[in-house]
């Protein structure tokens, strides 16, 4: 009998444990117009969404003390690390912020990847990415530099092309690079890694005829990503996130022409079927990006929460 007992306590134990290791996914969001500072959403299955109700970081850098585009991820330590778009215009930067449990952030400064560029119009939608073969960050962004690439239908201030820097601390960074050039007006990409030696770009084709999403392919996360493939998305969407889901990847974005927040799933970023009546986003939701959390920050979060009631 006793040792039954002991079995059902360590089975507990071990249960509680595991429900407490269990990551999350979380959905970095802000509502418009952008001044308020970073939301979340969270979800225990990839498809159906929950809103975190607060703010937890009241953006205070740059002229126009802005958050958009909001995009995180969590290191190998467990520490947070946030970027995003500051100002509408400008070469001010980016923002960064860390954070230990999603809750107090520390570190609030802007990283000037555009300062030597003079002419730099804007800085949008940084997005971060692991590199786990290099054991690196790589934040990429959209700006325009006018004058700079063939203009094609879009006007020189709205002639976008994709930029780069890697840190391995987020103290220093490299010089900031060209990321992608394809040809047209291009913002708001997202690297995913597929397996070794595979990597899918999702991107916006902000060209005016088209205002849409699609992908391309490399075999390396800093490219160069070639075989753009035709848009998957309606006319008029945005901000893409992506996460993978057993054996399915599922892209969300923002279908602002429909003034809704739709998503596609895919098995190999050629193949996409609709999944809108699988999903739910809660409304007001704006761009951000998908990462895992631990189910203990989650619930830190909730109980944060609960407590202003």
Excluded at 279 to 303: Q, Y
Aim: a positive charge; one cysteine or more.
């Amino acid at each position: 009998m006793r040792n039954l007992v002991k079995l059902f306590i360590l089975f507990s134990v071990a249960s509680i444990l595991a429900s407490c290791q269990r990551d999350v996914y979380l959905f970095t969001s802000f509502h418009e117009p952008a001044n308020e500072g970073l939301r979340y959403l969270y979800s225990k299955d990839g498809y159906h969404w929950n809103a975190i109700n607060g703010v937890y970081l009241k953006p205070e850098l740059g002229k126009q003390k802005i958050m958009r585009d909001p995009s995180m991820i969590r290191d190998k330590q467990g520490i947070y690390h946030l970027v995003w778009t500051i100002g509408w215009q400008g070469n001010e930067g980016i923002g960064y912020a860390r954070s230990k449990d999603l809750i107090h952030w520390e570190n609030q400064q802007i990283v000037p990847v555009m300062q030597q560029e003079a002419t730099t119009v804007n800085v949008w939608a940084p997005e971060l990415f692991y590199d786990d073969i290099e054991d690196r960050f790589i934040i990429i962004w959209a700006s325009t530099i006018p004058y700079r690439f063939a203009k094609g239908v879009e006007e020189e201030k709205n002639n976008h092309r994709m930029y780069y820097t890697t840190t391995k601390d987020f103290k220093s960074f490299t010089e900031t690079k060209l990321f992608s050039d394809p040809g047209f007006s291009i913002i708001d990409a997202v690297i995913v890694k597929k397996k070794q030696k595979d990597y899918v770009l999702v991107l916006k084709d902000n060209t005016r005829p088209n205002r849409n999403l699609k992908v391309a392919f490399a075999k390396n996360p800093l490219g160069p990503f070639q075989q753009i493939s035709e848009p998957f998305s309606p006319y008029l969407s945005e901000g893409p996130a992506v996460l993978k889901v057993k054996d399915q990847w599922l892209i969300y974005f923002d279908s602002y022409g429909s003034k809704s927040y739709e998503a596609v799933s895919t098995k190999d970023f050629k193949v996409f079927e609709k999944i809108n009546d699988k999903i739910s986003v809660p409304e007001g939701h704006k761009h951000g990006t998908i990462f895992k959390a631990s189910n203990k920050d989650l619930k830190n979060l909730l109980r944060v929460e609960a407590k202003k009631k």
